[in-house]
């Protein structure tokens, strides 16, 4: 597959690796940048990530073959409403959003009866750094990522969607939007909000530099997605927020049981917790 041009809206990390995986894969002629920052715009440009800053959406979105939002999901409504008078017929929408329900209920609002070219996905890849240096031709080397199809959606959109991800060197895989949400909520919401809180929770003491100048690996290992961008994780929580809300509750369930064994000493309970813990991290490998 061959795309003749790319929109991508937000040249950061994922928006940016987006577009350096299709150049590395000699499969897009000329990527257009759009974003809020021009210096990173300009940036972006430098380091050969886009060929051009954009300036006017109607123009460059009617004639694309794809475009893909890569910015805070709490900015795709608005840039959904803008671009959707001008959407060209064969031109497909995408997305790298971290929560799905929210962005599909936003296609819905704000695409109208072009709901149908918009294919959502999300790529399990990223790193706490930020901005258009940060984007990496490999991000998306064997990672996954999760397209949550519409019922709208053509067999033929999303085979061209899977192929662009696959083409950045991506494992395709495809859920319902509200599946992804309570699996991520799980697995990636509810570990970035706890990271978040410990370091918040040290930051407000007034022996933090003292605290932290004892810190070592396991809490450099536990709070390395606390430097994640603040903007971006307050609105996936939000976004998700009923079912990060369940997994917090159970994860607070966890907490008393926790400090129920370490208030009455119980050493076999704490035993039990730990080593099933250990035994399922263990087998655990990254994908």
């Not at 031109?91 to 971290?98: E, F, H, K, R």
């Not at 064997?142 to 085979?159: A, C, M, Q, R, Y």
Request: proline share 3%.
């Amino acid at each position: 597959m061959k795309l003749n041009k790319v929109v991508i809206f937000g040249v950061g990390l994922i928006g940016g690796s987006f577009a350096l995986a299709l150049r590395r894969a000699h499969a897009v002629a000329e990527v257009v940048g759009f974003g809020r920052s021009m210096a990173t715009l300009e940036q972006a440009q430098q380091l050969g990530i886009i060929d051009r800053i954009g300036h006017d959406v109607a123009a460059e979105v009617n004639d694309a073959d794809l475009v893909l939002l890569a910015t805070p999901v709490g900015q795709m409504a608005e840039l959904m409403a803008r671009m959707a008078p001008h959407l060209g017929p064969h031109t497909l929408l995408t997305d790298g959003g971290s929560t799905k329900s929210d962005v599909v209920a936003a296609a819905y609002a704000n695409l109208g009866d072009k709901a149908a070219q918009f294919v959502p996905a999300h790529p399990i890849a990223g790193a706490e750094q930020s901005g258009a240096a940060a984007a990496l031709a490999d991000l998306y080397s064997g990672k996954k990522v999760v397209l949550t199809p519409l019922p709208e959606n053509s067999s033929d959109s999303i085979h061209r969607v899977r192929r662009a991800w696959e083409l950045c060197g991506a494992v395709v895989s495809e859920l319902t939007a509200a599946q992804h949400d309570e699996v991520f909520a799980a697995v990636s919401h509810l570990p970035h909000l706890l990271s978040f809180a410990l370091v918040h929770d040290l930051a407000r003491r007034d022996n933090r530099d003292v605290l932290l100048s004892f810190a070592a690996s396991g809490f450099r290992d536990f709070t390395r997605i606390a430097a994640s961008s603040p903007e971006m994780w307050r609105d996936i929580c939000l976004a998700n927020r009923d079912a990060l809300l369940d997994e917090l509750g159970g994860y607070m369930q966890e907490l008393e049981i926790i400090h129920q064994a370490l208030d009455e000493g119980d050493a076999d309970k704490l035993q039990e917790i730990f080593s099933l813990a250990r035994d399922v991290r263990s087998v655990w490998t990254p994908q």
